[in-house]
């Protein structure tokens, strides 16, 4: 059943954050923060990995070794420019504004709105932009199974736990954003096939690296750095690589 990996992947997220929320009530402030920090640190080792894929072979045989970095700082640069003058960051939080507003019942204070928005914000990209996010939603479209969403699935689940221990359902909101984007990269897939380039999969990989390690930064307080605004740089690094593919008859 193709979408069957996102939609385990959705149901992981939202039982995780269920236990998170359960658990994080009955936890110390500080031991909460130090469960982020674990993330933070984790998910900066997962971007270093993925931005490894700079060295796939099938990428520089494609695009040429002295363009493989040149064609993911391009896409960074222009997606990063493009997502500011588009506002996505802001226009994120706008969303998560709304879902708080019609999701948590009662009158709440500033702080728990944030906090909502904060955790809705930092989930939605730490699930959305990982290599198995985009590997797996295309596996899964492909018909090549559901075993890398499978895993992200489990991988997920506790990191929703963590991260609602902190920042309460906002982590569950991440769902919706989970759903529609593993969706239409699985959609993408059964329309595309087999025609998608290993070139072109590893440059998005490479792209999505970089921008989980802005997440990292994020989750452990170092700095704000606002990956959604970066969030077009998955799109022009594709985009870039094929065409540099077409101009050197790489692939």
């Known amino acids: ?7 385990v992947n ?16 009955r936890l110390p402030e500080r031991t909460t923060r130090t469960v982020t920090d674990a993330l933070g640190l984790m998910v900066l080792v997962i971007g270093g990995l993925s931005v490894m894929a700079l060295r796939d072979q099938a990428y520089v045989d494609a695009v040429g070794s002295g363009f493989a970095l040149l064609i993911v700082l391009a896409a960074l640069l ?7 003058l588009a506002r996505i960051e802001d226009r994120l939080e706008s969303l998560g504004g709304w879902l708080q507003a ?7 204070d500033n ?5 909502f928005i904060e955790g809705f914000v930092d989930a939605s990209l730490l ?13 899964d479209g492909l018909g090549k199974g559901i075993d890398q969403l499978a895993l992200k699935s489990v991988l997920d689940g506790f990191a929703a736990l963590a991260f609602a221990a902190t920042l309460g359902w906002g982590v569950a909101a991440s769902a919706l954003s989970v759903g529609v984007w ?6 993408l897939a059964v329309l595309l096939g087999s025609l998608l380039p290993d070139a072109v999969v590893s440059s998005v990989t490479a792209t999505g690296g970089v921008l989980l390690l802005g997440v990292g930064l994020r989750l452990l307080q170092a700095r704000a750095v606002p990956v959604g605004d970066l969030l077009p740089a998955l799109v022009v690094a594709p985009v870039l690589t094929a065409v540099m593919m ?3 008859g790489g692939g």
């Not at 593993?182 to 959609?187: D, I, N, P």
């Open 246 to 248: 077409a101009l050197t």
């Open 127 to 139: 699930f959305c932009i990982g290599p198995m996010a985009v590997l797996g939603s295309l596996s």
């Open 102 to 108: 019609r999701l948590v019942r009662g009158d709440e």
């Open 78 to 84: 222009v997606g990063g420019i493009a997502g500011s």
């Open 182 to 187: 593993q969706g239409l990269l699985t959609v």
């Open 111 to 115: 702080a728990s709105k944030a906090r």
């Open 10 to 25: 959705i149901v992981a997220i939202l039982a995780g954050s269920a236990a998170g929320v359960w658990f994080g009530s």
């Open 1 to 7: 059943m193709v979408g069957l990996g996102t939609l």
